[in-house]
């Protein structure tokens, strides 16, 4: 299932994480927010699921009313767990690189890189002018 948190980022989506646990944490829900800010109720879902971003105003509002943490310490929290995913992603990446180095050579050498690689397992793979990218 897509993720339809389009109109945010990932730190608003950690921020949103990290806030959700934090008002859990002292017993507290979104109505109680909603009252303690002036947040209207529709608008304090969505950044609660990540859904929107948010503005410091609301960040100053919503942190105030949970109390025991500055706005900052929220926000930290939440880079924190965005750059941890990030360095976990780029551990994942396999770097590829060309028989003389890191130089891109080229879209023939690419494909003529393809198809030798093809011919030695007997495999064919087929790629398209649509399927190139830049």
């Known amino acids: 299932m897509p993720d339809d948190r389009t109109t945010?980022?990932?730190?608003d989506r950690a921020l949103a994480d990290?806030?959700?646990a934090a008002y859990k944490g002292?017993?507290?829900n979104q109505a109680t927010l909603v009252e303690a800010t002036?947040?209207?109720?529709?608008?304090?879902?969505r950044?609660?699921?990540?859904?929107?971003?948010?503005?410091?105003?609301?960040?100053?509002?919503?942190?105030?009313?949970?109390g025991g943490r500055s706005a900052a310490d929220y926000m930290r929290e939440a880079e924190a767990t965005?750059?941890?995913?990030?360095?976990?992603?780029?551990?994942?990446?396999?770097?590829?690189n060309t028989k003389k180095g890191d130089e891109w050579?080229?879209?023939?050498?690419?494909?003529?890189?393809w198809d030798a690689a093809a011919k030695k397992s007997d495999t064919v793979i087929e790629i398209s002018p649509d399927d190139v990218t830049p």
Do not use: C, W, Y
């Not at 950044?47 to 949970?66: H, N, P, S, W, Y």
């Not at 750059?83 to 770097?95: G, I, K, L």
């Open 38 to 45: 002036g947040i209207k109720s529709a608008t304090m879902q």
């Open 8 to 11: 945010s980022t990932p730190i």
């Open 26 to 28: 002292k017993r507290m």
């Open 82 to 96: 965005v750059a941890r995913h990030v360095s976990a992603d780029a551990a994942n990446v396999t770097h590829i």
């Open 18 to 20: 990290v806030l959700v």
């Open 47 to 66: 950044l609660m699921a990540g859904k929107t971003r948010f503005d410091v105003d609301q960040l100053f509002a919503i942190a105030e009313a949970i």
């Open 105 to 113: 050579q080229g879209e023939d050498h690419a494909l003529n890189e």
